[in-house]
C-alpha cells in the first residue's frame, strides 16, 4: 500500500515544512523489521531551491553578520528546547534506530553540551593582534563560509548532527543537513526546535534523501563552500573527489577498527567492562568498536572466561529496544546483518577458529519480553579466538570494518608485539589501552597510530575534545574543539596603517622621484 503524502514526515526548508519532490523514503524498525512511516525525499531541483535560500540568507548577514553574543544566546536556547524536547527525540531515536532506551537515555541529553560549548567559545573567543613590522595595527577575524552542507549516518543520528551543526551554526554559516535515509526523523525535528529557539529562516534545513541523488547533488552543488560527512571510507573518498572539483572545504569521519590492548598489569574486571562497552554499545555500530582485542597471554585465559561471563549476560537481556531492560538491540537493517553474517562466515572458514559466543543470527523469543528476534535484524554478541593466530590476522574481520557486535580476540607476548598488532590496519581512528603501568600507558599512546587513544576507559565524547582520525581511511580533519569551529570559518587579516600623514608621505611613496629607498612589504 502507497502512503499518502500527508502521512509522510516532511522535509525542513528554510524554516517551513515542505513536500519533497523524490520518491517517499520507507522508515523501518530494526526490532521488527516492519515499515513504521515514511519521509518526503529532496530531488536535484529541491537541492538547487533550498541551497539557493541558504546562500540568499547568508549574504542577507541575518545570521552571517549578527553579533557574537546573539549567535551564543540562541545556542544557549537551542540547548534549553532540546532538553524541553528530550521524551519525544529519545522515543523517536529509539524506534528508527533500533538502539535500546537505556542507550538513549544516556546518550540524547548529553546534546546540549555542543551547543553550550560553541556558545561559551563564541563568548570567550580572542582575536589576535600580529607583530607585523612598521606602525601598522594587524588583527585576524574568522568570518564564515557561507553554505555548507552535512552528511550525517544512521548510527548515532542525533548526536552526530550536533556535533557539526553547533560549530557550523556558532561560526554563521548557512547549514544544509542529509541525515542518513534510514534514520531521518530526529533530524527534522531539529529545524522546528532550532526555529523556536531563534535560527532565522533559511539558515538551517533538512533534506532526506539517498546519497546517489540527494546526496550528490548536496555535495556537488557549486554554492556549497564546505561539506562534513560521517560515513564510509569508500563513500567518503567519493565525496571528497566532488568536493575536490568545486574547491571547497571537506571534513570527514570515516571508518575504524579500533584496537584494544589489555596488558598483565591490568585490572582484568575492569578491561572486561570496557571491553564490552567498547565493543556492544550501539551493537557495535560505532566507528570506534573496539572489535580487536590484543591480551597479554599471561592472562588471556582470565580475560576470556569473564568476558564469555559478560557477553552471554549481554545476550540474555537483549529484546524490546523500548524495554529499560535491554542491553543490545538490532543491527539496523538487512543489508546490515547480511555483510556482518558475511565477514563472521569468512573467518569461521579459515583453520584453528574458536568460537567463544555468538557467531549468528539470533531466532526465538527475548527472555525479558515478547520479541521475536527472527522479525528483527537480531545478531548475537561475538567472541572469536584461534589456535593458530595467523589465522585471524588475515581474516576479513581482522581487516575489514565489521560494524557489528563481533570481536576477535588475539594474545601477545611483548609490548612491541602489542604495538605491532594494533597498527596493522588501514584504518586509524580510535584506540584503547588497559594497564595499571603510568610510564607503559604514556609509552604506548605515543606509538600507537589512532587519533584518539583511551586508557583504562573507551568511548569518550566531549565537545572541547578533538575527534579524528589518523590514517587516510579513518578520514581528514577533525570534530569537536577549537578546530571544529575554525574549519567552519575562514581567517580574514586587517591590516591599518597608524603613521601620521607625514611619516607615511616620507616613507610610503612608492614611485617618488629619486633613488633613495623604498618600502617592500
Known sequence: MIPKMTDAYLMWVAGTEQIGSAELIPVEDPSTGEVFTHCHAASVSDVDYTIIQAQDTFKSGVWSKAPRHQRADVL??????????????????VQQTGRPIREMN???????KWFKYYASLLRVEEAPVLPTTGKLHNFLTRVPLGVVVLITPFNHPLLIAVKKLAPALAAG?????????????????????????????????VLPGYGAS??????????VRKVDVTGGTAAGRAI???VGGNLARYTAELGGKAPLIVFESADVQMAVNGIAFGSFIASGQTCIASTRIIVDNKI???LLHRLKAKTLLIRRHMGAPSNPETMMGPLISMKQLQHVEELVEDVLAKPGIRVEAGCHRMRGMSRIDETNFANGYYFAPTIISAT????????????????????????????????????DS????????????????????EQIDAGITWVNTHHRNDPSSPWGGAKSSSGVGSENGIDAYHAYTTTKSTIINHASPEEALATDDWFREGTGTVRYG
Request: glycine content about 8%; hydrophobic content about 45%.
Open 173 to 205: 554559516n548557512s547549514v544544509v543537513l542529509k541525515p542518513s535515509e534510514l534514520t531521518p526523523l530526529t533530524s527534522l525535528r531539529l529545524g522546528r526546535i532550532l526555529k523556536d529557539a531563534g535560527v532565522p529562516d533559511g539558515v538551517f534545513s
Open 426 to 445: 588501514e584504518f586509524g581512528l580510535g584506540a584503547g589501552i588497559w594497564t595499571q603501568d603510568l610510564a607503559q600507558a604514556f609509552r604506548v599512546s
Open 240 to 242: 571528497g573527489t566532488i
Open 388 to 423: 593458530h593466530q595467523h589465522s585471524i590476522l588475515r581474516s576479513r574481520i581482522w581487516k575489514e570494518e565489521a560494524f557489528g557486535p563481533v570481536i576477535v580476540v588475539v594474545g601477545f607476548d611483548t609490548e612491541e608485539e602489542a604495538i605491532e598488532l594494533a597498527n
Open 214 to 223: 540527494t546526496g550528490q547533488a548536496l555535495v556537488g552543488h557549486p554554492l
Open 106 to 112: 544516556a546518550q540524547v541529553p548529553s546534546l546540549t
Open 300 to 302: 588471556l585465559p582470565d
Open 76 to 93: 544557549d536556547t537551542c540547548a534549553a528546547l532540546l532538553s524541553a524536547a528530550l521524551p519525544e527525540l529519545i522515543a523517536l531515536e
